[in-house]
C-alpha cells in the first residue's frame, strides 16, 4: 500500500448528497480537505479509508501492509472530533509518516488557533473566545467580563462560509443576535478588526502553506467586511478585467508575501501541519491580520481558465510533499 487518504463523518453522523453533471447522486462530506479526490495521481498508489464520528460503531482497521504515507484529510476540529480521535487510534497502529496528524488537527479549533498565534511579530490574530450562551443577553454579558469591545463577531462554532455570524459594532445591535439560534450549541465570540485599505475596499487573500512554502491561492477585494467568493463579481463591476487580477495577484506573491514569510514560518511551526490555509489580510504596512487558519480549506477548484495556473501551482508543492514523505512517484 502507498498512500492512505483518510476522511472523516463529522459528529452529526451526517453528510449532503447532490446530483453531479450525469444526473448521478454523489455525497457531500464536509469537514475534510479533499485533496486525494482533485488531485490526479498514479494510477493504484492510493487508497481511501472512511472514519464515522460519535456514536456509529465501526470495526477496526487491521494492514496488511502499511501505508508509505497517511494523509489525513480530516480538517474540521469543531465538527469532526469523533473521527479525529479515530484517525488517532489508526495512526497509533502503525509507523508510517503522517501529513496532518489528528492530534495536531484538534488543536486548529478557532479559539485554540487564536491562543496560539498570540505575540508572533508581524502578525495580528484576534481574541477568539468559545462559549455556550443560552441568549442574545448572554453573548452581552460574556463581553463584558472578558473585556471584548465592540465591534465584535459572534458566529456558530463549526459554521463556515460567512453562515450563521453577525457583527455588532454598538450595544444597540443586540436584536441581530435573535436570527441565530440559541439551542444549546457552542459560539465563538472574536474581536473585529477593521482591514479596509486607503480606497475603502476590503482585501482578503488566501494562502496555502505546503511543507512549509507558502503559495497564494486568491486574492479578493469588496465593498463589505464579509468578502468571499461572490467578491468576483463586485471585482468585475468595479472593473477590474481577469488581467487586472493577475497582475495584482502576481504582485502579492513577488512583492508582498515574501515581507509576511517570516511570520507564516513561524504560524507553521506551532500549528505543526504539513498542509493548511490562511485566511488573511496583507496589510499596507507589511502586517499580517489573520481571520483564520486550518487544513479545512478546498483549493484544487477554479472555473476560471485565467486563475487556473494558480492550482497548477498549488498541485506542483503537493506532488513534491506527496513524493517527500512517500518514497514514491505520484504523478501520473
Not at 517570516?262 to 507589511?286: F, H, M, N, Q
Not at 494558480?310 to 508543492?317: C, F, N, S, T, Y
Amino acid at each position: 500500500m502507498a498512500i492512505l487518504f483518510i476522511n472523516g463523518i463529522n459528529d452529526q453522523s451526517v453528510i449532503g448528497v447532490s446530483l453531479d453533471q450525469n444526473s448521478k447522486l454523489v455525497q457531500l462530506i464536509d469537514g475534510n480537505c479533499s485533496i486525494h479526490r482533485r488531485l490526479p495521481l498514479k494510477q493504484g498508489i492510493d487508497h481511501e479509508f472512511m472514519l464515522f464520528g460519535r456514536g456509529v460503531k465501526q470495526m477496526g482497521v487491521q494492514f496488511k501492509t502499511k501505508p508509505n504515507l497517511i494523509f489525513n484529510q480530516i480538517a474540521d476540529a469543531d465538527t469532526h472530533q469523533g473521527a479525529l480521535k479515530r484517525c488517532i487510534e489508526l495512526c497509533s497502529q502503525v509507523d508510517s509518516p503522517v501529513i496532518n496528524r489528528p492530534e495536531h488537527i484538534l488543536n486548529t479549533t478557532r479559539e485554540k488557533v487564536a491562543d496560539t498565534l498570540q505575540g508572533i511579530p508581524g502578525l495580528v490574530m484576534p481574541r477568539t473566545l468559545r462559549f455556550r450562551p443560552r441568549s442574545p443577553e448572554e453573548v452581552l454579558e460574556f463581553a463584558i467580563e472578558r473585556r471584548i469591545l465592540h465591534p465584535y463577531i459572534v458566529r456558530v462554532a463549526g459554521g463556515h462560509h460567512g453562515k450563521n455570524m453577525v457583527r455588532l459594532d454598538s450595544p444597540g445591535d443586540m436584536p441581530k443576535l435573535h436570527a441565530l439560534p440559541f439551542d444549546g450549541r457552542d459560539y465563538y465570540l472574536a474581536e473585529y478588526k477593521d482591514y479596509r485599505d486607503e480606497d475603502g475596499l476590503y482585501h482578503k487573500q488566501r494562502i496555502i502553506v505546503i511543507d512549509g512554502e507558502p503559495l497564494l491561492r486568491h486574492a479578493l477585494f469588496q465593498d463589505d467586511w464579509l468578502v468571499h467568493s461572490n467578491a468576483r463579481q463586485f471585482m468585475l463591476q468595479h472593473g477590474e478585467s481577469w488581467e487586472d487580477d493577475v497582475k495584482r495577484f502576481d504582485r502579492l506573491s513577488h512583492e508582498e508575501l515574501p515581507k509576511v514569510r517570516p511570520a507564516i514560518d513561524e504560524v507553521t511551526k506551532r500549528l505543526k501541519l504539513e498542509y493548511y490555509g490562511i485566511d488573511c489580510s496583507i496589510r499596507p504596512d507589511g502586517s499580517l491580520l489573520v481571520f483564520e487558519a486550518n487544513a479545512n480549506m478546498n483549493v484544487l477548484h477554479s472555473p476560471n481558465e485565467a486563475s487556473r495556473y494558480r492550482v497548477a501551482a498549488i498541485q506542483k508543492e503537493l506532488y513534491t510533499m506527496l513524493e517527500k514523505y512517500s518514497g514514491d512517484q505520484v504523478r501520473p
